[in-house]
């Protein structure tokens, strides 16, 4: 399933990056993955520097792979007052 899922985010990045640019290399990791019964859930994120992470679904009653593609705007620390 690893495989797979990895494969699923490298065919996608592949066909959205800009076709008049030079190919990339990147890698790409699981970040998190979960089963749950037939179904798996991983996280994934490329060496890429563009802020995108992706988020695979496996049904497994369908046999149907979803992808989620997101994009990180902002990373912040919120301080709780005691």
């Not at 990339?24 to 859930?41: G, H, I, T």
């Not at 369908?62 to 990373?75: I, P, R, S």
Request: charged share 30%; glycine share 4%.
């Amino acid at each position: 399933m690893d495989n797979k899922a990895t494969q699923i985010v490298i065919s996608y990045i592949n066909d959205h990056l800009d076709k008049g640019d030079p190919k990339p290399e990147f890698e790409v990791y699981v970040v998190w993955k979960c089963k749950a019964l037939q179904n798996w859930k991983y996280l994934i994120s490329t060496s890429l520097y563009d802020g995108m992470y992706y988020e695979l679904t496996y049904n497994g009653d369908k046999k149907e792979w979803y992808l989620d593609a997101y994009k990180k705007f902002e990373n912040k620390r919120i301080a709780l007052n005691n």
